[in-house]
């Protein structure tokens, strides 16, 4: 934030004032005019008055802020610098020869000018100007005071009144028909010259304004640019003539004290909006973190724990998190610094249970869903909450000074409350922090309550795919089945029922089993449906007596028939095995848009060793393409069946695109990787081969699946 330049003072001598490191002139007074006609107004100085010594005052003024004296030859002036918010503040003193009592002026005036440029804060200048006034002007008494109020004046610093005056005098309220109003509310001095003066002009205010033996009173406004900034008062023991040459020379003291006063109110201004600024930044950031915590991927009760940790000490001495849990206010969370502090707190707690009636409590808060607020805690309210005299001493060892509670709300409903408690530190709330509280309880509030929704999102979605699925696979004379399901599990993903199935079921025929793997497009109720009416319909097909590709066909004609959503279609692999007395199996395979199945060939327990494994690793699994047409979307659809032999130890994997497909940092899983996990040494059983391979992707996936993993393993008995 950039300070308003000063206007120039109406003196009886020269003043200029000049904005920015470029020194461009933004006002001059009558006499500067007249004196200085080179210092115009919108030009740099350095155009139209380019003296060295002039300029590098200038820049010492701006950049280091130093007051400095140039002696100009034409005309022979003397200029003094002094630095403002913005610029500089030029006045000229001639050069030729002045009255003693002149030229003590004008150096007193650059004495104070230096002396207030020196003073950082309005107290530091009202002490300086007072002071140095009085002893400048040879006042008896002085005091400045500042409009802090519309209505009313408080006085900055005083100097040379009697204390009660002082004490009486704090604060005037602004009312016509006092001098030291009138100067203010008009913009104009008031000069008492004596006590005749007072009683003429001022008959109700004459016993004070002459109390202690004073008679003559200079009454200053103190304005900037028609700003009211307040007055100075000075007060003599005698009489005073205030003669032309002596009131300009007061009212060029209360012009320099002025913009003193202005130059600290801006700067009080422009820390006050950069603090204001940093700690906005601040809390944003702060906002931020919080965001992340609540979204982290922990239970509620760690997330609870290190949002406390994270307030403390940043925000409060003290944090506590409270929940509504089976109808029951129950605290989760409680922070502070110190870990014998926080041990003796819940230790108090345990043997003096909170009061759930407590007004202000988080119990209450919870309750009614509004924020409890003590900038300052009372005594008295801990003793309404001490059960006896032992309880309220180790409540007050407490130290606490202030404290706020504000409602955990979400949609009109209170999940519990934040707790924040300032003590030791001995800092006080503000309503800023109470909002900045309720800005956090809000965000962690929404956080919970997304998590309770997704979390019970998740519990539907899994009961319901789990009913699609069979509750346990069958167990076929000379078969060894296996199958692992994983839905997805990527929290950025909806959580919806998938439309990934396996089902084994026998058929009509001894000794044949019928086997599916089929995958939905989409998710959603949609896709449970028709997973649904795929499982059902093929087990209705199979017990007529159906082979795959009839089965297939009627399956077919079915989702078209059926279909609740335009572009809903499937892919299917079905298949019929059947167990020979030699124990090896046949096996009838039929593919709708499927992907591929895998053979893997028994291989002897006594492996080559090396690079011979790998080969034959690569040459043991078998690729089976299904080229059929999906299901679903046309009437006439083209299907064929694959018949394989598979001998004792042999197994086939099914599979849906949620393997082939998994992504991860080097790309796609893909069949390859897939068929080399299928192919590797190690898995003697089908139970141990869909372990590995479910295993396996779901780590290329950095153990976060991003689609629904459907397997089944089927062995021929060794």
């Not at 109700?204 to 202690?212: I, V, W």
């Not at 809390?283 to 979204?295: D, I, P, Y």
């Not at 001490?386 to 130290?399: K, N, V």
């Not at 955990?408 to 003590?423: C, I, K, N, P, W």
Request: hydrophobic share 45%; glycine share 8%.
């Amino acid at each position: 934030m950039s300070s308003e330049p000063p206007a120039a003072p109406d003196l009886p001598f020269p003043v200029v004032v000049t904005v920015g490191s470029g020194h461009v002139v933004s006002a001059v007074n009558e006499v500067a005019r007249r004196e200085l006609p080179r210092l115009m107004i919108g030009r740099a100085v350095a155009e139209t008055s380019p003296e060295p010594e002039l300029l590098a005052a200038l820049d010492r003024a701006v950049g280091d802020g130093v007051a400095a004296a140039v002696d100009l030859v034409e005309p022979s002036v003397t200029l003094g610098c002094v630095p403002t918010g913005a610029g500089v503040l030029l006045y000229g003193v001639p050069h030729r020869p002045l009255p003693a009592g002149a030229r003590a002026r004008g150096a007193a005036l650059q004495r104070l000018a230096g002396a207030l440029l020196a003073a950082p804060t309005p107290e530091a200048i009202g002490r300086v100007a007072v002071a140095t006034s009085v002893e400048l002007l040879g006042a008896d008494a002085g005091v400045l005071f500042t409009r802090a109020e519309p209505e009313a004046l408080i006085a900055l610093f005083s100097t040379g009144w009697p204390a009660d005056m002082q004490a009486r005098y704090r604060r005037v309220e602004l009312r016509r028909g006092r001098p030291l109003s009138d100067a203010v509310l008009d913009g104009a001095p008031v000069w008492i010259e004596d006590a005749a003066q007072w009683a003429a002009r001022y008959p109700e205010m004459a016993p004070l304004g002459t109390a202690g033996s004073r008679e003559a009173t200079a009454c200053l406004p103190l304005r900037v640019e028609g700003r009211d900034l307040g007055a100075m008062v000075f007060s003599f023991g005698a009489p005073r003539r205030f003669l032309p040459d002596e009131r300009a020379y007061l009212e060029a003291v209360a012009a320099l004290c002025a913009q003193a006063l202005e130059r600290a109110r801006l700067l009080v201004v422009e820390r006050s909006a950069r603090t204001l600024a940093e700690r906005e930044r601040d809390r944003m950031k702060f906002l931020a973190r919080t965001g992340q915590l609540m979204e982290a991927p922990l239970s509620v009760e760690e997330r609870l724990q290190r949002l406390a940790d994270l307030v403390v000490p940043e925000l409060a001495d003290w944090c506590a998190v409270h929940l509504v849990r089976d109808n029951e206010v129950e605290q989760i969370a409680v922070a502070h610094d110190d870990p014998a502090k926080l041990d003796f707190v819940l230790r108090l707690q345990e043997r003096y249970p909170p009061d759930p009636s407590a007004p202000g409590s988080a119990f209450e808060v919870t309750r009614t869903g509004e924020p409890a607020f003590f900038p300052e805690i009372p005594d008295e309210l801990l003793v309404a909450g001490a059960e006896d005299a032992e309880h309220l001493a180790l409540i007050r060892s407490i130290g606490m000074s202030s404290a706020l509670v504000v409602p955990l709300t979400v949609r009109g409903r209170s999940l519990g409350a934040l707790t924040l408690v300032h003590a030791e530190s001995g800092q006080r709330f503000d309503e800023l922090d109470l909002a900045f509280a309720q800005q956090i309880a809000a965000g962690a509030a929404v956080a919970l309550d997304n998590a309770r929704l997704y979390e019970q999102q998740r519990r539907i979605a899994h009961t319901l795919q789990a009913a699609l699925l069979p509750t346990a696979l069958p167990d076929p004379p000379g078969l060894r089945l296996a199958a692992r399901y994983r839905p997805q599990t990527d929290e950025r993903a909806t959580v919806q029922v998938g439309g990934d199935l396996y089902d084994v079921v026998a058929t009509p025929e001894p000794g044949r089993w019928a086997v599916v793997v089929a995958d939905v497009c989409g998710k959603g109720p949609d896709a449970a449906a028709l997973t649904a009416l795929i499982r059902h319909t093929l087990r209705a097909e199979v017990a007529h007596g159906l082979g795959p590709v009839e089965a297939l066909l009627r399956l077919n004609e079915a989702m078209l028939r059926e279909a609740r959503a335009p572009g809903r279609f499937a892919t299917v692999a079905h298949a019929h095995i059947s167990v020979g007395d030699d124990g090896t199996a046949t096996v009838t395979l039929a593919g709708a848009g499927h992907p591929p199945a895998l053979l893997r060939r028994h291989a002897p327990e006594a492996e080559p060793a090396g690079r011979a494994v790998e080969a034959a690793v690569e040459t043991a699994v078998e690729v089976v393409a299904m080229s059929g047409t999906l299901l679903g979307v046309f009437a006439d659809v083209a299907l064929s069946a694959t018949t394989i032999r598979l001998g004792p130890g042999d197994m086939m994997v099914l599979y849906t695109d949620g393997v082939t497909e998994a992504r991860g940092v080097d790309g796609f899983y893909g069949l390859q990787r897939l068929t080399r996990r299928v192919g590797a040494v190690g898995p003697r059983s089908a139970d141990a081969l869909a372990e590995v391979l479910l295993s396996d992707i779901v780590a290329f996936q950095q153990h976060v699946p991003r689609d629904d993993i459907a397997l089944l393993v089927i062995e021929v008995a060794p």
